[in-house]
T-cell receptor
């Protein structure tokens, strides 16, 4: 089945440590996204990538980094510089073609807790 | 930049009651509008979308939404809710340029349906 796989589902980290969240899709989508979901704040865009080897900052990119070396993969690193990293992280993808429906497909999310 | 407002943070209804969740956006140009739903423990999924044509859009599971351009609104409705509709609902707006950057989510509305 086509879809988006995020791992790990749950992750605990000590303060000061970097952690990388995995996102893999087999939908052949060009565009991929990382959102952060906090209670009462909806989804906020961290980074996005419209094509391999290219990505742009979203609204809350500080303390995060990404790479896009392969079309299928868009890992997110939460660095020690992120002041409030405990959150639920969602990866999404969609077709890049402007004539597409624009619908986003989401993974099941990764819940990061910083101890 | 566009913004999306969802007026109700938490709505509690009894089964068979009618539902209307508000969504307003701020952008003067052409928009694409979406409602996503997140059932407990599941990933976000598309409920319905509006791109053009009939402003009354029907989605899955008996949901519908009406785009009222003059009011910048895209309210979600269901005539008779079920316990299984308990979920968090997100409104989202995308500028019709097709840019990956411009999908903005509201803060979400938690719907609890009592059996």
């Amino acid at each position: 089945d086509g879809g988006i796989t995020q791992s790990p589902k749950y992750l605990f980290r000590k303060e000061g440590q970097n952690v990388t969240l995995s996102c893999e899709q087999n939908l052949n989508h060009d565009a991929m996204y990382w959102y952060r979901q906090d209670p009462g704040q909806g989804l906020r865009l961290i980074y996005y990538s419209q094509i391999v080897n290219d990505f742009q900052k979203g609204d809350i990119a500080e303390g995060y980094s990404v790479s896009r070396e392969k079309k299928e993969s868009f890992p997110l690193t939460v660095t020690s510089a992120q002041k409030n990293p405990t959150a639920f992280y969602l990866c999404a993808s969609r077709e890049r073609d402007r004539l597409s429906t624009g619908e986003l497909f989401f993974g099941e999310g990764s819940r990061l807790t910083v101890l | 930049a566009q913004s999306v407002s969802q007026h109700n943070h938490h709505v509690i209804l009894s089964e068979a009651a009618s539902l209307e969740l508000g969504c307003n956006y701020s952008y003067g140009g052409t928009v694409n509008l979406f409602w996503y739903v997140q059932y407990p423990g599941q990933h976000l999924q598309l409920l319905l979308k509006y791109f053009s044509g009939d402003p009354l859009v029907k989605g899955i599971k008996g949901f519908e939404a009406e785009f009222i351009k003059s009011k910048f609104s895209f309210n979600l409705r269901k005539p008779s809710v079920q316990w299984s509709d308990t979920a968090e609902y997100f409104c989202a707006v995308s500028i019709s340029s097709g840019s990956a950057r411009q999908l903005t989510f509201g803060s979400g509305t938690q719907l609890t349906v009592l059996p």
